[in-house]
Every structure is written in C-alpha cells, then in structure tokens.
C-alpha cells in the first residue's frame, strides 16, 4: 500500500513538471520554512518471497498410489495366527514409521482427506473383534489406567515419542460391549468412557456385525441380514448419539446372497438406519486409494499385520511391505491437490477429482555414472 501512495505521488509531480509551461519544474524545497511540503519517499517494501517450487524428485507423490490397511486381531502373549503380541506390535509401529508411514483414519481415506506432510505414506490400523486385549484398563486401588500393552496403550506410547506418527484406528466391535472385561469391578461407566476417548484421541469404531455371524452361511432372511447389520447402529444410538458406524469389516470376510447385497451397504433395523461407507475384506493386498480407476470402497482389501504362518500362506507383512515399496502412495503434504506421475495419468478417475486440483509431473532421466 505504500509503494502505491509513493507512486501516485510521484506520478502528480511528473506530471505537474510536464504540462504546466513556464513554471519551474519542481520548487525547490526549503526544509526551514515548510518541511511538510515534500514526503520523504518510504523506502519500497521489500517483494513477497516467491513460493519454493515443489521439489518432485525430493519427495516423488504418487497419489494414486497403494494404501495399506492393516488387519489384526488380539494383541497379547503369544504370537499365533490371529494373535500379535505387544513386542511385535510395537516393532511393526516402528517399522512403518520408519519406512515413512502415518497412520490416517479409514474415514480420511473414504472421503480423500488424506492430510499428511510430503513425502510420507498412508497406512490404515484395524483391529476385529473388539477383544479387551485392544483397549484394556487397570485398577491399582482408587486408581485406573490405560493397560499399556493393549492395543490403545501401544498407539498412545508411540504417538508420544513420534506425534507425526498420529494416532488412527478403527476397531470392528461388538456392540453393545466393545472391549469387554470381565473383572468384577469394569462398569457401565468404563465402557462409555473407553468410547469416549476414542472419538478423543481420533480412533474410531466400525461395525463387526450383532453376533459375528457369516453373512453368507449364517444368514436366513433379510430381517435375519437387516437386524446382523442395523443392531449395532441401534444399539448405539444410546453409547454414543449421533455417532455413525461408516464402516463395516465383513466376518469372515463373507458377504449374503447376492439379491441382498445392497443391504450390506445400507439398510434400517427398527427404524434406525445404517450405512456403511467402507466394507473390508479380508484379504491379502493394499487398498487403492479414493482417485484410482479401481478404488472400491464398498469391498476394500486388507493385509494381514502377520507374518505368521497359515497353512502354506506366510510372510503376509513382509511380502505387502516389499510390494508397497514400488505402488505405495506418496503424499504431497496438501489435501488439496492431487499430484500424480505423468506415467500413472490412465488410473486416475477424472470424475472423482471434484474440487481437488490435479498436478501431474514427470522426472528427467538421471544419467549414469
Ligand atoms: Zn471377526
């Protein structure tokens, strides 16, 4: 604003000089008599700093890139096929952070708001079943506590030594008694306050069905299907009001009969409604991300957060993590703009983009030694 008053001023003197014939070009000013007559010209405000340019080759975004989520089970002693014990726990944390990994919620991932710093990775925690080994509390006299080798112990420990690495989660109850604990003094209120600091600390609950039923084997009727998947969201009309299950992990990974299959993405039971916006597998392979030609959020994979084996199948984090390596999406620090490889231009979806911004780029080849 400065810089534009000087220039209007000097622009009035310019042309005051120019066009009035025999007078003086400019007066001299005489600072004894009348030192207001002339401003003194401000000295010019330094140019804005020009925005960096975004370092492609630093931080190479591929946002159509794969999201691993992730699929456990019980956290505690010892380590079997649907068990990780807390050590293994806490050293997969630090391997994915390691590796460049943030923990995002499902919700981020289902509504494109993925929201973290360039260069790192998107990776979803999931936890079936809602075994008090996932969010489990001690009592030493008037005192209760946070167990810290359950699952919520273990995320809130390493988010306070590594804050970047966030604190997501989705945990697949059963409502309406997520997390059970059978000790004589656990109550009502611990429940609530248990789903309380949830929603607190950014984790979140999905629906697991009213009863684990396989919905392909169990399932006689649509009442039968509609009271499996509406339950819950009635149930917890009164542990949470307002609070929606958007997503819903399949047992068993089973889906119903086909005829009935929109009934698992939204239905009512007893005049509640219910919709999931997310439907997880359980499966082998990373998730494409909501801008690919190929993302499905209604049957989305999971990998197990295992390398135990099953059968002749092992190796299951070992193996998506050396996958990942190649196809993992990379951010570029801003929620906004969608940034993708010129080579990886034919699996976005052009229609999904809505009001992101799309910024494509490609790399000069380096040229060997
Ligand atoms: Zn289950």
Known sequence: ???????????????????????????????????????????????????????????????LGEIPIWMYHNIREPESIWVRTPDNFRADLQRFY????????????????????????????????????????????????????????????????????????????????????SASWYTAEHRQWKLEKLQEWGMEIGNHTLGHKHLKKDIKSLDDLQEQLGKPQYLLEDLLPGYKLNSLALPFGGRPKAEWADYVHQGQFQGTTYQHDAILLVGSAPAKPFNHTNYSPLAMPRIRASNYPDGDAKDFLDKALARLENTRYISDGDPDIITVPESNLDKLNKDSLEKKTLRTYTLEESIGP
């Open 1 to 63: 604003m400065k810089k534009y008053k000087s220039l209007i001023f000097l622009v009035v003197i310019l042309f005051v000089a120019a066009c009035v014939p025999g007078t003086p070009s400019i007066p001299d000013p005489d600072p004894g008599k009348d030192p207001g007559l002339v401003e003194p010209i401000p000295d010019p405000e330094p140019e804005p700093e020009p925005e960096p340019d975004f370092d492609f080759a630093l931080y190479k975004p591929n946002e």
């Open 98 to 181: 390691d590796l460049g990994y943030r923990l995002v919620s499902l919700t981020d991932v289902i509504t494109n708001n993925i929201d973290i710093s360039a260069g790192t990775s998107p990776l979803v925690l999931t936890f079936d079943d809602g075994n008090a080994n996932n969010f489990n509390l001690l009592k030493n006299g008037e005192e209760t506590t946070v167990d810290p080798d359950c699952t919520v112990g273990i995320i809130m420990d390493f988010a306070d030594s590594h804050p970047d690495m966030g604190t997501a989660a989705t945990f697949f109850v059963q409502l309406p008694h997520p997390f059970s604990q």
